[in-house]
């Protein structure tokens, strides 16, 4: 009995922490790690292994040790990793948690947390997704030049998704190049950044950047709570060529910044901009060349959100982003908010990463 308990538990140990499935029709590879050394050789074998590929990051804390999570790849192929997964019974990393905090990786102060560089320009990659969800980054810090202090994403033609993320206690400490933010994400396909949560972030640059190329290109901001107090730009938006930003249902602070800054480096070509349903204490700038705005509908940047606290980002009592979504906006919401709860509650989605439930209780008859 007991022979047979450590037999299991050997294998369960083999098929976790390394490559757990393999599909020979589907050019698809899932990795299930479960400690700091085997994410990083999961990045390591994603790199270069030519398949479609899937990280599961187990339940639990992922620190960086001094040395950040990084993967470099030229692969026309797409990379899914995403948090919150454990077993049921003898089906490894078959469950997901849908709460992001399930899951977390942390830079303790120290060092940047994660760095995918994943730059493919040939056949196929545009039918390439390079995704990141269901996961909190914390604490990620650098004064190095060019990295960003908690999460950098670049991608060629791939698709981009950031999606259901909780960014939080970045900080970097030095001037210096474009790229030295907070958050920044790096695209020349189609972006979204989707229901994620951004606060208690500190740079000398930008909080949030976001860089594309292309006038073909579309970024969605979609259902995003944005606590961006501090730094030059609290996020800086830069296109060189007209980049379309469809911008809906965000809960928007900014302080003592520029606020939301939009970068054309195109005079003949601006940023398009169409905003729906944003609410918050926020201002538009559109620098150098300015902007060229095709929608502002439904939005308040005068108005108190009301979040719990300074670092609890959910919605108070009597908050005015509760209900007040675009339930349909371009480029979709996911199913379900931040903590896992139904993203669509009540008939109306509320505005911002997280759907309160105060609503729901007290339509049950509870006061």
Not at 167 to 190: E, K, P, R
Not at 217 to 222: A, E, K, P, R
């Amino acid at each position: 009995m007991n022979g047979s308990i450590g037999k299991f538990a050997v294998l369960k140990h083999l098929a976790t922490s390394l490559l757990v499935l393999a599909s020979g029709a589907a050019h698809a590879a899932i990795f299930c790690p479960g400690n700091e050394a085997d994410f990083r050789q999961a990045l390591a074998t994603a790199a270069t292994n030519g398949e479609n590929d899937e990280i599961r990051l187990r339940v639990g804390t992922y620190y960086t040790g001094g040395v950040k999570f990084s993967m470099t790849s030229t692969e026309a192929k797409s990379l899914a990793i995403s948090g919150g997964w454990s077993d049921s019974l003898t089906l490894f990393c078959s469950i997901q948690s849908p709460s992001a905090s399930a899951t977390i990786l942390d830079g303790q102060h120290i060092t940047a947390v994660l760095d995918i560089s994943a730059y493919a320009f040939g056949s196929g990659s545009a039918a390439a997704t390079v995704s990141l969800s269901n996961l909190t980054l914390r604490n990620g810090y650098t004064n190095t030049n060019g990295e960003a202090a908690g999460l950098l994403i670049g991608t060629g033609n791939q698709t981009l998704r950031l999606q259901n993320t909780i960014q939080t206690g970045h900080a970097h400490n030095l001037y210096g190049s474009i790229y030295n933010n907070a958050v920044t994400l790096i695209g020349y396909g189609d972006v979204y950044v989707v229901n994620n949560a951004l606060s208690s972030l500190s740079s000398k640059y930008a909080n949030l950047g976001i860089f594309t190329v292309n006038a073909s290109q579309t970024v969605f901001l979609t259902n995003n709570t944005l606590s961006l107090a501090g730094a030059g730009f609290n996020t800086l938006l830069d296109a060189n060529n007209g980049t379309a930003y469809r911008i809906v249902n965000n809960a928007i602070v900014t302080a003592g910044g520029y606020g939301l800054a939009f970068n054309s480096r195109n005079a003949s070509d601006l940023i398009r901009t169409w905003m729906y349903n944003n609410i918050g204490t926020y201002n538009v700038n559109g620098m150098f060349n300015g902007i060229a705005p095709q929608a502002d509908v439904g939005n308040f940047p005068n108005v108190d959100p009301k979040f719990v606290s300074a670092t609890d980002l959910r919605p108070a009592a009597g908050s005015p982003l509760v209900n007040l979504g675009l339930n349909s906006p371009y480029g979709g919401v996911p199913s379900i908010d931040l903590d896992g709860n139904p993203r669509v509650d009540l008939g109306i989605i509320d505005v911002g990463a997280y759907e309160s439930t105060r609503e729901r209780i007290f339509a049950n008859g509870f006061d």
